[in-house]
């Protein structure tokens, strides 16, 4: 990442929490090698939709769905598109109709990331994040995602399952002296349960397969070309559609983007500056905390040795419901994840929450089981997209490493149950469900439109580079560069909203290097 050096003395403020590992056999009866075996590129035929000859495309049969206009549908669609007779899943989609006819330019279909994100949710999000000549223009479709919210949701450990497994990591329960072997014990009960309770879908949950149904969506809506807008792993949605269906894309706009390759096929090179740049949101934010000036209102002009405390009181006494916990210092710090998504504008809600936490109440003290249905498909799909070494020594020492550069997110996402992208090694080293719908590249999306690529230098999910490398992958894009904090861009600021919504209605890049400024609002 880049400017990570800057912050490593400030990372170090925040002593790593009483983990340490202890050399253990390897667990070679839980590697399944077979598993790690891609299913190969698909030879298939872009012109036909879905990229292969003679699939039938069903109709959508729209309906008035919630509110402001919207009609919703399900689409029928291969589960296995290399096999249509092993059955079919329904993909459910939504749609607002361009308030302009006139002047409509097409569909866009959108997405919001996760894995695991409602594109049916951002779809109605979308009517008040873009400027109203994007709505009055575009038909805005969203879809789940297949193993997503209402398209067959993928199902792993119930809300009390996951609340159990995220408390035992620190809060003294079984090997808190050998964390990774209990990691690995948390990942193999997860993998467990997903295959008892999704086991016949996990094959086809791939991000290969989701692109298909995306040109299965194109086609049933009867468009010739696709503009595309994806948010994160969205990003990689759309890479993985323009490199499949390059001649089907009108615009393509993927911000807070992921290097494909490292996501794909080298998942250390791209887990590793994940779990950097989430230390250092969270040390940004508390220095932020530490200047008078901000008038913030957690750790009374000691920020970070308060935080430090917070995590260090809630594993020694942790919050219990019913006999149960359910909130501890390694859940605390998981959610945090989520909390620096927000960047400088959220800086004071931020602080206003670790008060609360504090006191015992408030949203980061809640039980972790409530995104359950969250964690669910965003550890399957990424690990049905994803091939990590069958090397348990190599993966343990990659752990310490993560844990050791990371000192805030390191343990509890490297240790803890799979539930977000930062702890999904070892239940994906374990992974036992066959990839059929993995796509592994290329990446270059050669003979597509161009491709604009938004990052934020600041990112604490996707990092910069990662729009940087997947700029210089695609054969014909451009990066727009928003300079400051926060998970995305394009509503950051004025400007990348502007630059953005100019490439999605008129097809104008903005010029190469480009870079929007942040106006930090409230946290300057």
């Given amino acids: 990442m880049q400017g990570n050096a800057q912050y490593s003395d400030r990372m170090r403020r925040i002593p790593a929490r009483r983990w340490s590992l202890a050399i253990i056999p390897l667990i070679s009866a839980l590697l399944v090698p077979t598993s790690a075996v891609a299913a190969p590129a698909p030879a298939h035929d872009p012109a036909q939709p879905g990229g292969f000859a003679g699939l039938s495309v069903s109709s959508l049969d729209w309906t008035p769905c919630g509110s402001n206009g919207f009609e919703c549908a399900t689409l029928t669609v291969p589960l296995d598109y290399r096999d249509p007779a092993a059955g079919t899943i329904g993909i459910a989609v939504n749609r607002h109709k361009a308030a302009d006819s006139a002047r409509r330019i097409g569909a866009m279909v959108v997405n919001p990331g996760g894995p695991g994100g409602s594109g049916k949710g951002l779809a109605q999000r979308m009517l008040s994040m873009a400027p109203k000549e994007i709505v009055d223009r575009f038909d805005i479709v969203g879809f789940d995602p297949r193993g997503v919210g209402e398209s067959s949701p993928v199902s792993c450990l119930t809300a009390d399952e996951t609340t ?15 964390p990774f072997a209990h990691s ?38 009867g468009e010739e070309k696709l ?46 500056p994940q779990f950097d740049v989430v230390d250092r949101a969270i040390n940004l934010f508390l220095d932020w905390c530490a200047d008078p000036a901000s008038k913030c209102a957690f750790g009374n002009g000691k920020p970070h040795d308060a935080f430090d405390q917070l995590l260090t009181d809630l594993d020694a006494n942790p919050i219990v419901k019913d006999g149960k916990v359910v909130a501890n210092g390694t859940t605390v710090a998981y959610s945090l994840i989520f909390a620096v998504n927000g960047g400088r504008r959220a800086w004071p809600a931020f602080a206003a929450r670790l008060v609360q936490a504090q006191q015992r109440t408030g949203p980061y003290v809640a039980p972790i089981g409530g995104n359950a249905s969250f964690f669910a498909p965003n550890t399957a799909v990424e690990c049905a997209d994803r091939v990590y070494p069958q090397d348990m020594n190599g993966l343990r020492n990659q752990l310490a490493k993560e844990v050791h550069r990371a000192p805030i997110l390191g343990a509890p996402a490297a240790y803890g149950s799979p539930g977000y992208d930062h702890s999904h090694a070892t239940a994906c080293t374990l992974w036992k469900a066959e990839r059929k719908s993995r796509y592994a590249g290329p990446w270059d999306a050669k ?56 490439y999605l209605l008129n097809l104008t890049l903005p010029a190469d290097g480009t870079r929007c400024n942040d106006d930090p609002g409230p946290a300057s």
Avoid: W
């Fill in 164 to 178: 159990d497994a995220f408390a035992k990591v620190t809060a003294g329960v079984d090997d808190t002296d050998r």
């Fill in 184 to 221: 690995v014990k948390l990942a193999a009960q997860f993998n467990a349960k997903c295959q008892e309770r999704s086991g016949k879908l996990l094959p086809y949950i791939g991000t290969e397969y989701v692109a298909r149904d995306i040109d299965m969506i194109r086609a049933a809506l």
């Fill in 227 to 272: 503009t595309y807008f994806g948010f994160s792993f969205g990003t990689f949605i759309g890479t993985v559609y323009a490199n499949l269906f390059p001649q089907r894309v009108r615009a393509a706009l993927l911000d807070g983007a992921y290097d494909p390759e490292h996501y794909a096929n080298e998942p250390y090179k791209y887990d590793q």
């Fill in 447 to 502: 003979g597509s439109a161009p491709i604009l690529v938004v990052g934020t230098t600041g990112d604490p999910d996707t990092p910069y580079q990662d729009a940087v490398a997947l700029r210089r992958t695609l054969a014909n894009s451009r990066l727009l560069t928003f300079v400051g904090e926060g998970h995305t861009g394009y509503s950051a600021s004025p400007c990348t909203k502007a630059a953005a919504s100019e």
